[in-house]
């Protein structure tokens, strides 16, 4: 492999294994994972590949195929959350993470490459926190379940990164299984992998790329997080994952902020849009999936308020063009929407899509199939020494 002959130029040896995470896309359940709810993403085939090796002198070498710049050299003893490490501060953050738990990490060299692309809402950040996480815990043999790495590189987002995301981006990347969507509670990480054969049934999911870059530590992605636990705690809940739809009415009224009121009404709809998706795979009746992934983009733009011009472009134009359904997915204010259509009309909503942009005078999407695929793994188990020159 490639990543092995770059790791062996830049730290003079093999690397003891390779590992990759993938990125994420969510079919419903949006804002809802910090609030004790319900989720159903899928992992991408694009993925983030790390090779690594231990070390046992307190140094951590990272290095990036992808990022200007060389080698980050730190010293794993001297690491602090927010010290503007970059794009380093992911996996930073999960060595970081891993210490704080008590586990012995005492250094590693560390070379990353990534399919996912970044800034497009597909969870490229969580993938690069749970390959590093994969690697250590194989490596160190620290014994951590998949439940317990996704958990640590939340920890590394929240607590070092400074970004206050729920569970769902790394839960994702840790154990969604190829042909399954995964129905995730958030509230006690239980979870079910519900098949989701689309090419069988006909059909097929667009990721529709708008190139809008998003950060979510920019502090509207923290806004919303603080306005819900706000709702809650005028509700009297620990979660709005507690209020029931049939209770909405009655709890919107207790409400006086208009901000708030939007924001619980967003989230309480959302998890029964949940199930609603749940009961209709199970059904067999995945078209009709469709509307309810429209009405979940008309809750995140009207009352959440997290889309764009472009997103809410992208839903328009391709249910125009005979989409099943629409909506943004990940945070939003930018990055990528979804698009449910029949295989056979695929291409035309996509061009449909793509002639909207450019007569919008908007740069061209990026659109590409979301096949449901495998969540982190172990490519190798490492390289003779002299071994690597000439794999690809």
Known sequence: ????????????????????????????????????????????PHTAVAAVSRRTDGVLRLHSADMDGGVVQLRVDEL???????WAAYPVGVVW???????AVTGA??????????????????????????????????????????????????AFVGVPCGIMD????????????????????????????????????LVVDTRVKHALGDGAYAERRAGCEAGARALGVRALREVAHVQLPDALACLSDETVR????????????????????????????????????????DDLRVSCPELDLVVAAANAAGALGARMTGGGFGGSAIVLVEAAEADMVAKSVTEAFSAAGYSAPRIFPAVPSAGARRLTHGFAPGLTHGLK
């Open 1 to 44: 492999m490639r990543i092995a002959e770059d790791f062996a130029a830049l730290y003079g040896t093999a690397p003891e294994g390779i590992w990759e995470a993938p990125g994420r896309v969510n079919l419903i359940g949006e804002y809802t994972d910090f609030n004790g709810g319900f989720v159903m993403p899928l992992a991408l």
């Open 80 to 86: 602090a959350p927010l010290s503007g490490a970059g």
């Open 97 to 103: 993470a891993l210490r704080e738990a008590g586990h």
């Open 109 to 158: 060299d560390i070379h990353l490459t990534s399919t996912v692309p970044t800034g497009a809402g597909l969870s490229s950040s969580a993938a690069l926190e749970v390959v590093t996480a994969l690697a250590l815990n194989d490596l160190y043999e620290l014994g951590l379940s998949r439940e317990q790495l996704a958990v640590t590189g939340q920890r590394a987002e929240n």
């Open 170 to 205: 790394q839960t994702a990347s840790a154990s969604c299984t190829d042909g399954h969507v995964l129905h995730l509670d958030t509230r006690d990480l239980s979870r079910r992998q519900i098949p989701f054969d689309l090419a069988g049934r006909g059909l097929r999911l």
């Open 262 to 301: 939007r924001y619980v009404r967003h989230v309480v709809t959302d998890n029964h849009r949940v199930g609603q998706v749940v009961a209709l795979l199970d059904a067999g009746d995945v078209r009709a999936v469709g509307p309810v992934l429209t009405e979940g983009h008309s809750s995140l733009r």
